[in-house]
């Protein structure tokens, strides 16, 4: 991918919103989180909310990583990568008990939920994105 | 090839009925009376584009994907297909149909979307390997290309699809000149007899530039060999035909020297490698590089390109951002000496790193039959059958040797007014030169100064120095059909493409459905 710092964040929001959401509501139901439905979807939602919100943050950092590489672009394999600091940090936080509406996530949930979700967005930001949003590869992955 | 969108034309002929006149030649603005005059019958069509390769073609297909009619757009050309220079060039300088080009995956002429990109299709049909290289390039594998044949043939059957081959209309294009009242005349000369005039004129509110390279430019070295001896055969440019050379070294042993640090003498040297290798010859080969790179460089910690044994190494002919991210937006908004500045940093003559070639260079250094010299050629003359190069190294001054064939790999490319058409844009249509000398373009490739109730665009190798600095690619040429479709869009002649329309034409592409 070859993002501006605006695009980056831009696409993060807009993926996880739309794809993340729906992919959440889809998979929740099946999650062995032990809970109720609504307490559930309430994990759930709270994990898509934490990695939207750091994951705002997390860009600063990648586009800092991104200014040392000659082609100021970002691999597809880091974006795939950076998957896994993001997910140990958003999981650390909510075994931490920092997340202080939720009362417990099981690790397999977490992880189930996490990683599919993960794994989709990546694939509809490398391809299936330029579909619909013409521009968004020429914009730097900028929607607006 | 088209020798016509490469090479100037000076012919010289006779008054023909239709035919171009003196007024109309010393005339920047034409009224309709005038060519009636002339007896040169008009055509009215909205949009023309001229050049006929692989810029009109994105163009007219990007358009056409907007909803544009084939009645609305004329494609004037002397190709018979998109890709018959492009291929022509590529194939000359050893990229023939099964080598693989140097363009990204996701840079598809056919396939305005980019997905699936050229590795995805190629996964699809069972070579898997190629989807993972997109993976990991360029960290652990070097990046994924597309085969030159695949290009050419998924154009073939987008060209189908847009009913491309209904809007083109074959000839040469002479001139473009404004309307009085608005718009544009283009005047294209069609192939002798195929008209009862000489000339015909395309009426239209549009013109769209896109004629390739004005032209190549040979060294000076290389052109007063030439002029002095007469000589075409021993000391060649790359992308010239020079099959002959290859064929010789099969027939006898030979040393050849090698000019240029690109693209093209990196091919050059494996095509000479892998004749080595596969038929048992015997090849010396000595590469001359002007700068010689022996390690990363840059103008600083955040703008190192990586370089070694001579070469500096990029993926593709720019940093890869300039076709979307962070100095797309950069050069965009720059103006002047900053653009300049921008260009210079990222400009030089590169190669991507590929292993093969790495292997085969490693080879020929420890066995001794490809040596390095740093320098420049001070004089080329023949001896007997053998050309005599003398070469000025800096440091050690003028080292004489003699070859069989010199391969220059240098790729100059000559003035924009060494084609006709772009220099009669600069004398009679207001058109300027951008910074670097080339045709100025606007953001939405705009020419700068033509407008007449109405716009020329230019897209290709001769706006290079614009606003947008990947302009001779395939996806740099498809960047700009999509600001040239939305500058129409903007002004009604074509549809808008959101993400509904763009969804669904998209799918329209997947299922192979002709529009």
């Not at chain 1, 013409?134 to 914009?139: D, E, T």
Request: aromatic share 10%.
């Amino acid at each position: 991918m070859l993002p501006t710092l605006s695009g980056r964040i831009q696409t993060r929001i807009f993926l996880l919103a739309v794809v993340g959401s729906i992919w959440t509501l889809i998979i929740t139901p099946v999650l062995p989180t032990g809970a109720s439905l609504a307490a559930s979807y309430g994990a759930t939602f709270s994990v898509l909310l934490v990695v939207l919100v750091l994951g705002v943050l997390w860009e600063f950092l990648y586009h800092g990583i991104q200014q040392f590489r000659w082609e100021k672009d970002w691999p597809t394999l880091f974006g795939l990568l950076t998957g896994i600091p993001e997910g140990l940090l958003v999981w650390f936080l909510f075994a931490g008990g920092a997340i202080p509406w939720i009362d417990s996530l099981p690790g397999p949930a977490f992880a189930i939920h996490f990683v599919s979700t993960w794994l989709i967005v990546w694939l509809v930001a490398n391809g299936p994105m330029r579909v619909p949003f013409i521009h968004w590869r020429i914009n730097g992955g900028r929607l607006i | 090839m088209s020798e016509s969108t490469i090479a100037p034309q000076h012919a010289q002929t006779p008054p023909q009925p239709g035919d171009l006149n003196d007024q109309l030649i010393a005339s920047d603005f034409w009224t309709d009376q005038m060519l009636a005059e002339a007896g040169i019958p008009v055509v009215d069509v909205p949009f023309v584009t001229f050049g006929g390769g692989i810029g009109s073609f994105v163009t007219v297909d990007y358009l056409r994907i907007c909803g544009v009619p084939t009645s609305a757009m004329r494609v004037l050309t002397p190709l018979k297909t998109p890709w018959e220079s492009y291929e022509y060039l590529t194939t000359v300088s050893q990229i023939p149909r099964g080598e693989r080009l140097r363009s990204d995956s996701s840079s598809c002429p056919d396939n305005i979307w980019g997905f699936p990109s050229y590795a995805i299709r190629e996964a699809l049909q069972g070579d898997l390997k190629q989807a993972w290289n997109v993976l990991v390039e360029p960290i652990f594998a070097n990046y994924y290309t597309p085969r030159a044949g695949h290009a050419f043939e998924s154009m073939e059957k987008e060209m189908y699809r847009i009913r491309y081959p209904e809007m083109v209309v074959n000839g040469q294009v002479r001139m473009v000149r404004r309307r009085v009242g608005g718009g544009y005349f283009t005047i294209l000369t069609p192939p002798e007899g195929a008209t009862p005039t000489r000339r015909i004129a395309y009426r239209s509110q549009w013109v769209h530039v896109a004629v390739g390279y004005p032209g190549l430019k040979f060294l000076p070295d290389l052109q007063r060999y030439r002029n002095e001896h007469n000589d075409y055969s021993k000391v060649v440019n790359a992308y010239e035909r020079h099959e002959h050379v290859y064929e010789r070294l099969h027939q006898r042993p030979g040393t050849v020297l090698i000019r240029g640090g690109g693209i093209v003498a990196s091919r050059v040297l494996q095509r000479l490698i892998d004749d080595r290798d596969q038929r048992g010859l015997q090849t010396q080969i000595v590469h001359l590089f002007r700068t010689y790179v022996d390690r990363p460089h840059g103008t600083g910690i955040l703008k190192r390109r990586k370089g070694a044994d001579g070469w500096a190494y990029q993926g593709f002919n720019y940093p890869k951002s300039v076709w979307g991210g962070q100095l797309k937006q950069q050069v965009r908004k720059s103006e002047g000496e900053e653009r300049a500045r921008l260009y210079k940093e990222m400009g030089g003559t590169n190669t991507p790193v590929r292993r093969d070639w790495k292997e085969q260079l490693q080879r020929g250094r420890r066995e001794g039959w490809y040596r390095v010299m740093i320098g420049s050629i001070e004089e080329m003359k023949p001896v007997g059958d053998l050309v005599e190069v003398t070469v000025n190294t800096p440091d050690q001054g003028p080292h004489t040797g003699t070859f069989d064939a010199v391969i220059d790999c240098t790729g100059l490319e000559a003035d924009i007014r060494e084609h006709r058409v772009l220099a009669d844009l600069l004398d009679h249509s207001n058109a300027q030169r951008n910074p670097v000398g080339r045709l100025d373009v606007q953001r939405n490739f705009e020419v700068t100064g033509a407008q007449n109730g109405g716009k020329i665009y230019a897209s290709g190798s001769a706006t290079l120095g614009g606003p947008f600095p990947g302009v001779d690619t395939f996806f740099g040429l498809q960047i700009a059909a999509q600001e040239i479709a939305d500058d129409l869009i903007a002004q009604g002649f074509a549809q808008k493409l959101g993400p509904g329309r763009s969804t669904s034409q998209w799918w329209k592409w997947v299922r192979n459905k002709q529009i």
